[in-house]
T-cell receptor
Framework: GENVEQHPSTLSVQEGDSAVIKCTYSDSASNYFPWYKQELGKRPQLIIDIRSNVGEKKDQRIAVTLNKTAKHFSLHITETQPEDSAVYFCAARIFGNEKLTFGTGTRLTIIP | GAVVSQHPSWVICKSGTSVKIECRSLDFQATTMFWYRQFPKQSLMLMATSNEGSKATYEQGVEKDKFLINHASLTLSTLTVTSAHPEDSSFYIC????????????FGDGTRLSIL
């Protein structure tokens, strides 16, 4: 089955600076990679996703890049704000399978 | 669109009690729903995949008789934790995706279960 690794586990960034979270996956058949943001005690919320036919996707301050050859994908948050503080999870889904395999999460703290 | 409602949000009950959690897709049909368990400061662990009109598919290590799943309609799946014990205390979250290929999963608000 799929295995997803996520780094770092914690990340502190000065407000206004950029944050980068990286994930690697094991199964080359994975073709869908969402990122979720989870605030304490709340539901994971989809913030951006990317499919394997695209190398990069951007939505305002958030971008995701995918390197299929190396089997890794990254979340980039620019001009960070205090409300970006949360736990971020990457995930991967194998083509033809609806299950998501999640990374271990990154606790992002934005320092005012 | 794509709203998933989960109820109740918080349950506190005595050891030995059975607890039922509901997951509803409010504005779309979901042939498949998913049940996750999340311990504090940990990731989401898939427990089972719930399929409308058929038996759920459980992940390895998850007790079928302990965690009963019923998916009676295209908008409702239930998880019943039978004879709950303190070690079953956790945050349980459901998710669903629209019935089209490649749709993202949307999560419910989760249920915090505390067994005394």
């Amino acid at each position: 089955g799929e295995n997803v690794e996520q780094h770092p586990s914690t990340l502190s960034v000065q407000e206004g600076d950029s944050a980068v979270i990286k994930c690697t996956y094991s199964d080359s058949a994975s073709n869908y990679f969402p990122w979720y943001k989870q605030e304490l005690g709340k539901r994971p919320q989809l913030i951006i996703d990317i499919r394997s036919n695209v190398g990069e996707k951007k939505d305002q301050r958030i971008a995701v890049t995918l390197n299929k050859t190396a089997k890794h994908f990254s979340l980039h948050i620019t001009e960070t704000q205090p409300e970006d503080s949360a736990v971020y999870f990457c995930a991967a889904r194998i083509f033809g399978n609806e299950k998501l395999t999640f990374g271990t999460g990154t606790r992002l703290t934005i320092i005012p | 669109g794509a709203v998933v409602s989960q109820h109740p949000s918080w349950v506190i009950c005595k050891s030995g009690t059975s607890v039922k959690i509901e997951c509803r897709s409010l504005d779309f049909q979901a042939t498949t729903m998913f049940w996750y368990r999340q311990f504090p400061k940990q990731s989401l662990m898939l427990m089972a995949t719930s399929n409308e009109g058929s038996k759920a598919t459980y992940e390895q290590g998850v007790e079928k008789d302990k965690f009963l799943i019923n998916h009676a309609s295209l908008t409702l799946s239930t998880l019943t934790v039978t004879s709950a014990h303190p070690e079953d205390s956790s945050f349980y979250i459901c998710s669903a995706s629209q019935d089209r290929v490649g749709q993202p999963q949307h999560f419910g608000d989760g249920t915090r279960l505390s067994i005394l």
